[in-house]
Nanobody, 120 residues
């Protein structure tokens, strides 16, 4: 069974930093594009950042210049470094894995979510 296990959320003051981690099973990590999404109360889940084939990254405009997505292939882990946090970054953050290649199969895996709360 595929698992995406997130960690690193918490409470931080505005301007502070947090690093989220998402550990994935080895096979899925090697054939997937990994991403981070977030969902605030009463709002739809939204893209935060993705890490795709060849090391390409994509960020939501609201986090550009503040957040950085990266991977550690040896640990099958994707990270989200969040700096200069703002109260509007408060949300539950979810790790996501989607097929990278046509032959990867068809799936859309989510982690259990980790809460990030930024106080003003």
């Amino acid at each position: 069974q595929v698992q995406l296990v997130e960690s690193g959320g918490g409470l931080v003051q505005a301007g502070g930093s947090l690093r989220l981690s998402c550990a994935a099973s080895g096979r899925i990590f090697s054939i997937s594009d990994m991403g981070w999404y977030r969902q605030a109360p009463g709002k739809q889940r939204e893209l935060v950042a993705t890490f795709t084939s060849g090391g390409a990254t994509n960020y939501a405009d609201s986090v550009k210049g503040r957040f950085t997505i990266s991977t550690d292939n040896a640990k099958n882990t994707v990270y989200l470094q969040m700096n200069s946090l703002k109260p509007e970054d408060t949300a539950t953050y979810y790790c996501n894995a989607r097929p990278r290649y046509v032959w990867s199969g068809s799936y859309n895996y989510w982690g259990q979510g980790t809460q990030v709360t930024v106080s003003s």
